[in-house]
């Protein structure tokens, strides 16, 4: 019955995170299919050099949600309630703080910002638009992973997952209507993205807000002590996002030089296919950090394992389903996103597909083996993780790779540091369950 129970609960936290995952994702990825029907080419390329914005603003939400949100599991599993409260202000302060430093840099850095991004005088304009805008959207981006993580933290993945999908079908809708009816071009596919966090931040607001539930702002200095704890655990949350928007920019600037703006353009549909797998197992692993946390916090290391192991068992299984769907489809999902039938853009992308694509199993393995560490206070082999997948590994692995094979090197790169990662991952959670004897 026990483990009946367990499974219950494993299913309903990873099915709705992964579906509230799957929902951030598909921001991007919805800008992806209209700018391409819109724009052709040179939006899609323009829209690659961009997205890394994206990564670095969603990563700091995490960050400060993720590490905020665990540390608060943690004590609510414990009963320091009054901890907990000081936990959320702390972090709704750095989150206020992060979002300002974004605005200022949409303000009076983007064109400088889209320059450093490689972007030509063909797709300039179109690059800056869409970061100045997401930029100024930061704030409710942050607030909105904030909100979100703290939600699902205190029993309620269910409206986590609500505000999340809300936001991505409203996304949807509005970049069909402001890029065609209204025809506002990329500011209304940015726009649009911006708007969808609003959206979420609206439906999680009543939650926050009633007294019967756990987390309050309350009145008390910035701890120098909790923002550690927060930073320390949020780390490879945010490392993570920063590593993907570091690979679309190293990437981009090889590709750049092998293939051109055609290359850029193909590399943007397997970056944002490889937002939907990565989306899916960044909520495989937060679906499992409430429920590892809370057993942690009581001392239940049976549970807390049984939750690892599903997770991973699962992630395999989903990995196998995945990679045979691009493998088999390569074609016709590369064709959804050439709307001009441009045959250079879909060789490229195709072949990218099946290559890139071969680190699927790698890659699950090593989200959730992070999360879980930083799940149990174990911020330093997190750490090592996402440094590795990030950059130490990645950034001189694509360039040496790129450089013998071309663009199958550019392709190889992901697939390598992700199976390097992947054999450092299982070593280390091997020393840590060996010390826990």
Known sequence: MDRKTTLLEFGKYVSLSVIAMLAVSCYILADTFFVSKSLGTRGLAALNLAIPAYNFIHGTGLMLGMGGATRYAVCKSRGEDREGDLIFTDSFRLSLAASLFFVIMGLLASEALTGLLGADEEIFDMTRTYLKVMLLFAPAFILNDLLVCFVRNDGDPRLAMIATAAGSIANIFLDYFFMFPLGMGIFGAVFATGLSPVIGILILIPHWMKKTRGFHLVKASLSGKRTGIIFSLGFPSLLGQFATGIVIIVFNAIILGLTG???????????????????????????????????????????????????????????????????????????????????????????????????????????????????????????????????????????????????????????????LVFVTGICLYGRFQRTRR
Request: no cysteine.
């Open 261 to 419: 703006n055609t290359g850029v353009a193909a590399y943007g549909v397997i970056a944002n296919i490889s937002l939907v797998v990565v989306g899916i197992y960044t909520g495989m692993a937060q679906g499992i950090q409430p429920l590892v946390s809370r057993e942690y916090g009581r001392g239940n290391r049976r549970k807390e394992t049984a939750f690892l192991r599903y997770d991973l068992w699962a992630m395999v299984l989903i990995s196998l389903a995945l990679y045979a769907l691009l493998f088999f489809f390569a074609d016709p999902i590369t064709a959804v996103f050439n709307s001009e039938g441009d045959e250079a853009l879909q060789k490229i992308a195709s072949e990218g597909l099946k290559i890139y694509f071969t680190s699927m199993v790698f890659v699950g393995y090593n989200i959730i083996i992070s999360m879980y560490f930083t799940s149990v206070e174990r911020a330093l082999p997190a750490h090592i993780i996402s440094l590795l997948r990030g950059f130490v590994l990645i950034v001189p692995m694509a360039f040496l790779l790129s450089a013998l094979l071309g663009m199958w090197g550019v392709w190889l790169t992901f697939p390598a540091t992700e199976l």
